[in-house]
């Protein structure tokens, strides 16, 4: 998921898959929380909060669950031998 940097004394970058409901909110102190089922208008007005930090806390941490820590990418799949000499190098 791509996050975008945010001014905010607290966090660091946010980010939101709309397909998924998911916001994710990585922390200045390295952290990262994926908060689940969260509406797209609620991920717009934390865009827009004056305080993104107090936002989170009052709006989106206590009632919406969470997971710490973004998923590891993808691994990707081998390619297989017999079109190795197709790959791009």
Known sequence: MHRRPVESASLASIGYDSNALTLE??????GVY????????????LLSA????????????????????????????????SLRSLAVK
């Open 34 to 45: 994926r908060y689940l089922n969260v509406p797209a208008d609620l991920f717009e007005a």
């Open 50 to 81: 004056e305080s993104k930090g107090t936002f989170l806390n009052t709006t989106i941490k206590n009632s919406y669950p969470f997971m710490r820590g973004a998923p590891d990418p993808s691994p990707q799949s081998p390619i297989p031998e």
């Open 25 to 30: 909110v990585e922390f200045k102190h390295g």
